[in-house]
């Protein structure tokens, strides 16, 4: 019968088509939600859900394309930044063996002086 056909009597098919009726309500309702949220994200402003979500897009695609510049940027920029290193701790290095050679130098003054007193003394 048509009855089992269609799940059951008019008032179950009624109910039935009323919550199908609110879910795409709640669904159209959710859209225009985030479409108008979207278009308040946008430089322009649109009028359409059709151009907000073009707009949308075309934004996203400007924004990657802004971002893989930005980050080839921060790696030459990291590049930079490791070559100072590299050359700071070679200056370093340098500076430590000159301070070592600087100690040497003032013991074997230190020494020499002391050579040198001692010569004169014993004239």
Same mark, same amino acid.
């Given at each position: 019968?048509?009855?089992?056909?269609?799940?059951?009597?008019?008032?179950?098919?009624?109910?039935?088509?009323?919550?199908?009726?609110?879910?795409?309500? $709640?669904?159209?309702?959710?859209?225009?939600?985030?479409?108008?949220?979207?278009?308040?994200?946008?430089?322009? $402003?649109?009028?359409?859900?059709?151009?907000?979500?073009?707009?949308?897009?075309?934004?996203?695609?400007?924004?990657?394309?802004?971002?893989?510049?930005?980050?080839?940027?921060?790696? $030459?920029?990291?590049?930079?930044?490791?070559?100072?290193?590299?050359?700071?701790?070679?200056?370093?290095?340098?500076?430590?063996?000159?301070?070592?050679?600087?100690?040497?130098?003032?013991?074997?003054?230190?020494?020499?002086?002391?050579?040198?007193?001692?010569?004169?003394?014993?004239?």
């Amino acid at each position: 019968s048509i009855k089992d056909t269609w799940g059951g009597g008019g008032k179950y098919n009624k109910e039935k088509r009323e919550r199908l009726k609110n879910i795409e309500q $709640a669904r159209r309702d959710s859209e225009k939600v985030l479409v108008d949220q979207l278009s308040k994200l946008l430089p322009t $402003a649109p009028k359409t859900k059709g151009e907000t979500l073009r707009q949308t897009i075309e934004h996203i695609s400007m924004l990657d394309a802004e971002n893989g510049a930005l980050r080839k940027e921060l790696e $030459a920029e990291k590049l930079l930044v490791a070559k100072a290193n590299s050359e700071l701790a070679e200056q370093i290095t340098a500076n430590s063996k000159l301070a070592a050679q600087v100690q040497t130098l003032k013991s074997e003054i230190k020494m020499l002086t002391h050579l040198i007193k001692h010569k004169r003394g014993n004239k």
